[in-house]
């Protein structure tokens, strides 16, 4: 009984009054999202805006295809130097056919140049100095052509229509960061089962 008489208590206590209106109500209306930016993109497309900033998007985007961002770390070569690669990987889980089968152990150090090897050399230069593309045009003459050239800097386009040949770029200097390249121009070539780097000033 007891606490039928406190559940009878509460259920007063909490009973809604109506105070009365304190100051005007207003309906809410808050504008859709939507509406507002269909809205801008509205008045941007009749003020010519949205055209200039598809415009400006459309240069960028062609400026940073045919002219990447150049490797700021790498600088001239002004000494020559030469050094070694190995490609050489430690396999460090087991590497199975479809059937299962064991083809390669853990543990088990494997070099690319065993399977396939190096088939042009690779040149590196950066063709925003005109330098190094005059002696890049040098080397590939001493090869006879065979060679792949990977610029650091510059316009691959532009050079590649210069040269009516392909062309390459690193992007974000994976390559030249892998081989540890720190000067430009830098020529690998395949020793062994070793990659040959040699910074080659002028």
């Given at each position: 009984m007891a606490l039928v008489a406190i559940a009878m208590l509460l259920s007063l206590a909490v009973r809604a009054h109506d105070l009365g209106v304190i100051g005007p109500v207003y309906p809410i209306a808050e504008p859709s999202l939507l509406?507002?930016?269909?809205a801008r993109l509205r008045d941007a497309e009749a003020s010519g805006v949205l055209a200039r900033l598809?415009?400006?998007?459309q240069a960028r985007a062609k400026h940073q295809i045919e002219q990447p961002a150049a490797i700021v770390k790498l600088t001239k070569t002004t000494k020559a130097r030469s050094f070694y690669y190995d490609p050489s990987i430690v396999v460090p889980y087991a590497i199975l056919d479809a059937d299962g089968k064991l083809l390669v152990p853990p543990g088990t150090t494997v070099n690319p140049l065993d399977t396939v090897s190096l088939s042009q050399a690779l040149l590196f230069i950066d063709a925003r100095d005109t330098a190094q593309v005059k002696r890049a045009s040098g080397i590939l003459d001493e090869h006879g052509g065979k060679l792949k050239v990977i610029l650091t800097g510059g316009s691959y386009l532009d050079l590649m229509r210069r040269w009516k040949r392909p062309v390459f770029f690193d992007q974000q200097g994976t390559l030249t960061e892998k081989l540890g390249i720190r000067h430009v121009p830098?020529?690998?070539t395949q020793d062994g089962k070793r990659l040959k780097i040699e910074e080659i000033p002028g």
């Open positions: 509406e507002v930016i269909l598809q415009r400006d998007a830098a020529l690998v």
